[in-house]
């Protein structure tokens, strides 16, 4: 990362002639600066291209109506009466709207490796800008954008019946954590963009490890009816946490159902878990990300 | 000193391919170096690793007299670079495109603002400004890149094959873009397929391939090095060429060729215009019908083939008869270091930029 002190130092000429202005920010006003920038022009583009976030809501919808009408009076949810739909519509939706943040992993894969192909990337490594902006940028739009679909189809699940049970800023902290979540998934998209030689390589590579991922958790069915070994992976999957985490914050669980299957930590403490996972996620994701980007080569 | 733009040794590996292999650059401020290779010469994995875009495993290199890899970020803010492609977001404004590059060149909103609406003018783009890049033409795209590159009027500029890809009236146009850019004192690296072009707007050229510089200097330089002007006689009748031939040689300068399957003789010659009358009057006298008779100075395409024993367009394999003509006074104007690298590296020719 350049230090306040290097950008600062930049204000030579060469041969006579006047340079462009000195960047007079240290480096982290400028990535934020450029970051918002970047993030600027991939909120335009959601704009001229709405179809991107249309067919991005279609799919969890989708799965909202066919979860809740298809499968919802065959899932029995421990501690509700048998075939309550209710019960299971509650059950649902965090796990719904977990799994359609993992979702923007494709579009900021899909997003950076059209940058990548069309020699965009290569424009901006070739400008003084910080470093970690375009991939920062590209990150907190898809972070909009998620929170959009959030909106929507948090609309859609009361329509159908879905209901929260804790105060208002309890329900937002649910919200809030999904959308870490999937703040750190669009960072594993980044890396994924910047690995990949085409937009549509990016697109299924960013999605087609996100459905065990988030079917071998506690997002649709309860973890109890697994096989054992199958309950440890759903109870330690990072994604679990996030939905156990906004289960609880929405009080979309049954007070005496134990928490866990297995005794594993995160499930006894889905909050703090979800929040260290995210974290995790982000730190480690960032850093192969923003390092990939330095080298990369069109 | 050393010039805006200078690179010593640059070696750069891709798998078993030398994409760069020892190359050396000077060009002195406000000039045009022309580089020019066919594809695969590594032309754009020079341009890259004088950009910052890519590290050179070995060699140095200084642009504007800061060192590329110990002050990347310092580079950056006194190049413009324009590449293959229009890169522009095709999403955005021909405005909004600039504005966006004059903002990640650490400028005020409002500056960039104005800068831009004076570039989308200079660059006949005003009447466009407001309209998403995925509507304009190729050559307004072009034109768009370049002034993306051009926001802070860096005093180094690099592009990498401007015109590829452009119909002749764009092309001319975008040349007299540059050609007005370079009078006001801006040093510019411009690769080139097209020999034309590095002949029309580089002063110095320097001819790549198999990532090695084979030859420098101006345009008059490296013609004179395939020898004076030449008389080129194409003859109606294949019967007609041994006594063409006979013609020829009485005002030949050195080896001539005989190329039977498209009935054309060639000869170096000394004497111009009136020599040329000369010939044509004795091949009447001596009853050879000719179809076509020209006196031929050489061009950067015959410097090149005398070069590379190629054409510059066909990258490797088809030496067809012309090539292998021009290829036999090439051989002593050749120098040595090529003769080993060729076979090694005659995988390298792929398309740069993709791996």
Redesign the interface.
């Known amino acids: 990362m350049t230090t306040a002190s290097r950008a600062g130092t930049a204000t030579g000429d060469a041969g006579g002639r006047p340079l462009g202005p000195p960047p007079a920010r240290g480096g982290l006003s400028r990535l934020v600066r450029d970051s918002l920038v970047v993030a600027k022009r991939n909120l335009i583009r959601m704009v001229r291209i709405p179809e991107v976030v249309i067919f991005g809501l279609i799919q969890p919808i989708m799965f909202v109506v066919l979860f809740t009408y298809v499968f919802g009076g065959s899932i029995n949810i421990p501690g509700a009466p048998v075939g309550d739909a209710q019960a299971y519509r509650e059950f649902l939706m965090a796990g719904i709207f977990a799994q359609t943040v993992t979702f923007a992993t494709a579009g900021a894969g899909a997003g950076i490796a059209d940058d990548m192909h069309k020699g965009l990337i290569d424009r901006f490594r070739s400008l003084p800008m910080s470093r970690g902006a375009v991939l920062t940028g590209r990150t907190l739009a898809d972070l909009v954008q998620t929170a959009l679909t959030l909106v929507v189809l948090a609309v859609v699940a009361v329509l159908i019946g879905w209901r929260t049970h804790e105060n208002l800023a309890e329900v937002l902290a649910g919200f809030a954590l999904l959308l870490l979540l999937g703040y750190a998934f669009s960072w594993i998209g980044a890396l994924i963009g910047l690995s990949v030689r085409t937009p549509e390589a990016a697109t299924s590579g960013g999605l087609i490890w996100l459905f065990p991922l988030t079917f071998i958790s506690n997002a649709f069915v309860p973890v109890d009816g697994m096989p054992a070994f199958l309950q440890h992976v759903a109870e330690w999957n990072p994604f679990s946490a996030t939905v156990a985490a906004a289960r609880e914050l929405f009080g979309n669980t049954i007070d005496r159902v134990p928490k866990s299957v297995t005794g594993a930590w995160p499930m006894e403490h889905p909050v703090l878990a979800s929040v260290i996972w995210s974290i995790l996620i982000i730190a480690v994701f960032r850093t192969l990300a923003v390092r990939k980007y330095r080298s990369a080569t069109a | 000193m050393p010039g805006?733009i200078y690179a010593e040794g640059l070696v750069k590996t891709f798998g078993d391919v030398r994409a760069l292999d020892g190359v050396d650059l000077d060009v002195p401020?406000g000039t045009v170096l022309g580089m020019l290779g066919p594809n695969g010469a590594g032309k754009t994995t020079a341009v890259?690793v004088l950009?910052?875009?890519?590290?050179p495993d070995r060699g140095k290199a200084e642009v504007?007299?800061?060192d590329v890899l110990a002050?990347p970020?310092?580079v950056?803010?006194?190049?413009g670079?324009s590449?293959?492609?229009?890169?522009?977001?095709?999403?955005?404004t021909g405005r909004?495109n600039l504005t966006?590059?004059g903002?990640?060149?650490?400028?005020s909103g409002r500056?960039a603002k104005r800068r831009a609406a004076e570039l989308l003018e200079r660059f006949h783009l005003g009447d466009a400004a407001d309209r998403?890049a995925k509507t304009y033409s190729g050559g307004m795209r072009r034109r768009l890149d370049l002034a993306?590159a051009l926001?802070?009027?860096?005093?180094?500029m690099f592009m990498d094959e401007p015109t590829t890809g452009l119909d002749p009236r764009n092309r001319q146009a975008l040349w007299d873009v540059i050609q007005e850019l370079v009078a006001g004192?801006t040093t510019l690296l411009l690769t080139t397929q097209y020999l034309e072009e590095a002949d029309r707007l580089a002063h110095d050229i320097c001819v790549v391939d198999h990532g090695k510089v084979i030859a420098r200097g101006t345009s008059d330089h490296l013609k004179a090095r395939t020898g004076g002007e030449r008389v080129e006689v194409v003859v109606h009748a294949p019967e007609h060429l041994t006594v063409a031939d006979e013609v020829l040689r009485g005002f030949a300068k050195g080896e001539g060729t005989v190329e039977p399957h498209t009935r054309k003789l060639t000869i170096p010659v000394a004497g111009g215009a009136k020599l040329l009358a000369e010939v044509i009057r004795e091949l009447d006298v001596r009853g050879v019908e000719i179809d076509d008779i020209g006196l031929r100075r050489p061009t950067l395409d015959d410097v090149f083939i005398a070069l590379t024993g190629h054409a510059a367009e066909s990258a490797d394999g088809d030496g067809d008869g012309g090539g292998g003509g021009g290829g036999g006074d090439a051989g002593t104007e050749r120098t040595g270091t090529t003769g080993d690298g060729r076979p090694a590296s005659a995988a390298g020719h792929r398309k740069e930029?993709v791996?």
């Open positions: 805006a401020e890259r950009t910052t875009l890519l590290r504007a007299g800061i002050h970020d310092k950056r803010r006194s190049i670079l590449g293959q492609f229009a890169a522009v977001d095709e999403y955005l909004e966006m590059v903002q990640l060149y650490q400028m500056d998403t993306a926001v802070v009027s860096p005093p180094v004192g930029g791996q």
